[in-house]
Nanobody
């Protein structure tokens, strides 16, 4: 089945930037919409951003709009999340997920395939 691996997390100071990657193996991502989600300690998982299978449509949570940018390179079988102007409240484990449809959604329960997550910590 489709396997997803996130990378690019780490420790960054407030105001800094990180770029997360979500790489797929075993199957091509061309037919999958991809979402990025995050979960902070003691909080529920929340949708951050998503992108349609052809990259033509994106969606963002209000808390990250204008700071985060999602993109995909289907030739490299990878989806990216560029995170700028990071805040301490962005600290969480970030997951990418895939659903075999063209349209994306920030509803986590509509995604079938999930990566293991990558930790993002924003702190001075």
């Amino acid at each position: 089945q489709l396997q997803l691996v996130e990378s690019g997390g780490g420790l960054v100071q407030p105001g800094g930037s990180l770029r997360l990657s979500c790489a797929a193996s075993r199957f091509r991502l061309n037919y999958y919409a991809i979402g990025w989600f995050r979960q902070a300690p003691g909080k529920e998982r929340e949708g951050v951003s998503c992108i349609s299978s052809n990259g033509g449509s994106t969606n963002y949570a209000g808390s990250v709009e204008g700071r985060f940018t999602i993109s995909r390179d289907n030739a490299k079988n990878t989806v990216y999340l560029q995170m700028n102007s990071l805040k301490p409240e962005d600290t969480a484990v970030y997951y990418c997920a895939a659903r075999m449809t063209s349209t994306c959604t920030l509803a986590a329960d509509l995604y079938r395939f999930w990566g293991q997550g990558t930790q993002v910590t924003v702190s001075s």
